[in-house]
């Protein structure tokens, strides 16, 4: 089991989710979670229980419409600017 070590990850994600007004289990079902795991597994990431790998971060990111980098930036001025920058490419 992996637990957060002081990431910023689960802090941004939940950020970034109620920001756009989805529920866990919407977010998780966009991107691409199974419709009965996608809440549990949503819930594991915001507490920092489990950390997803790096495919499921680009489907949030794709999302939520935030670069990857949002979700590791532990300044939250630095975040916001990263939010508010438009240039990104999110695939």
Known sequence: MKT???SPFPKRLKEARLAKG???KKLGILAGM???AASPR???YEKGVHSP???TVRA???VLEVPTAFFYCE????AAII???KTYNVN
Do not use: R, T
């Open 34 to 36: 199974d419709q009965f």
């Open 53 to 55: 790998d790096f495919q």
């Open 4 to 6: 957060n070590d002081g």
């Open 42 to 44: 949503m819930n594991q």
């Open 22 to 24: 989805l529920s866990q």
């Open 83 to 85: 939010l508010n920058h």
């Open 75 to 78: 300044e939250d001025n630095l």
């Open 60 to 62: 949030l990111a794709k």
